[in-house]
Nanobody, 119 residues
């Protein structure tokens, strides 16, 4: 069984920074794309950033230049460094991994971590 566990959310003032982490554990053979999504109240879940196994990155337009996604393949962990946070970044952030485990290939999700940007 594979688990994704997120950490690093919290309350921060506008202009502040947070770093989210997501560690995958369990029977893992290979991890392909890893990403971060977010869902604000009353809105659909949206892709914030994705990183491939080769290190290619893509970002939501509204976070370009402020957020950076990275991964440590040795630790099966993906990070999201969020700088210059704005109130509109407030949401539950979910990590996601396309991976091959003991039971085959599939998409796995973390439980979500709350990020609140407010003064």
């Amino acid at each position: 069984q594979v688990q994704l566990v997120e950490s690093g959310g919290g309350l921060v003032q506008p202009g502040g920074s947070l770093r989210l982490s997501c560690a995958a554990s369990g029977s893992i053979v290979s991890i392909y794309d890893m990403g971060w999504y977010r869902q604000a109240p009353g809105k659909q879940r949206e892709l914030v950033a994705v990183i491939t196994s080769g290190g290619s990155r893509n970002y939501l337009d509204s976070v370009k230049g402020r957020f950076t996604i990275s991964r440590d393949n040795a630790k099966n962990t993906v990070y999201l460094q969020m700088n210059s946070l704005k109130p509109e970044d407030t949401a539950v952030y979910y990590c996601n991994a396309d991976l091959r485990g003991g039971s085959g290939r599939g998409i796995h999700w973390g439980q979500g971590t709350q990020v609140t940007v407010s003064s």
